[in-house]
T-cell receptor, first 113, second 108 residues
């Protein structure tokens, strides 16, 4: 089975711009979670989608949004980028049950200048 | 507030020495705790979960509710154990809180 894929792998944007990141889960997985990873804060949970519905949400401002499509692929959008949004954004997929392991993608490295 | 604390950013041990990576949590409910590992140039992956009570790659972790801890232990460290280790607390169905991680370096 192919693993979780994320595109693009690297992005450079400037302050004020918006960005869309994509995550393709493992085939058959219906849950996709997004995380922000920074050296100072570690991994922080953004949100989780299951069957096109947001089930859980972290403590991030409304500039961070996401969606999930019927094929379980997910996108994350960040509007009005700030310097502090520079981070590695990870997504993870799972079957969606409480005991199901989540599998992580390689991440998208976003740099905001 | 829910929190996971990993007090050590870096832990260096010699090969063959015992390893203990510390994790403390703050949560009023019944905790579900996990250890994740990220080897160099690899993806973050699950190492073990407390409900399984299993040993993976020689690592074990016991949940101590009295001390609100979930320390990761291995009696004899190997060089291939060098990696970044994250402790995580799951809230509800699928919301995780991760610690800031501990880098383990096993010296030859």
């Amino acid at each position: 089975k192919a693993g979780v894929t994320q595109t693009p792998r690297y992005l450079i944007k400037t302050r004020g711009q918006q960005v869309t990141l994509s995550c393709s889960p493992i085939s058959g997985h219906r849950s996709v979670s997004w995380y922000q990873q920074t050296p100072g804060q570690g991994l922080q949970f953004l949100f989780e989608y299951f069957s096109e519905t947001q089930r859980n949400k972290g403590n991030f401002p409304g500039r961070f949004s996401g969606r999930q499509f019927s094929n379980s692929r997910s996108e994350m959008n960040v509007s009005t980028l700030e310097l502090g949004d520079s981070a590695l954004y990870l997504c993870a997929s799972s079957l969606g049950g409480t005991d199901n392991e989540q599998f992580f993608g390689p991440g998208t490295r976003l740099t905001v200048l | 507030a829910q929190r996971v604390t990993q007090p050590e950013k870096l832990l260096s041990v010699f090969k063959g020495a015992p390893v203990e990576l510390k994790c403390n949590y703050s949560y009023s409910g019944s905790p579900e705790l996990f250890w994740y590992v990220q080897y160099s140039r690899q993806r973050l992956q699950l190492l073990l979960r407390h409900i399984s009570r299993e040993s993976i790659k020689g690592f074990t972790a016991d949940l101590n509710k009295g001390e609100t801890s979930f320390h990761l232990k291995k009696p004899f460290a190997q060089e291939e154990d060098s990696a970044m280790y994250y402790c995580a607390l799951r809230l509800g169905t699928y919301k995780y809180i991760f610690g800031t991680g501990t880098r383990l370096k096993v010296l030859a």
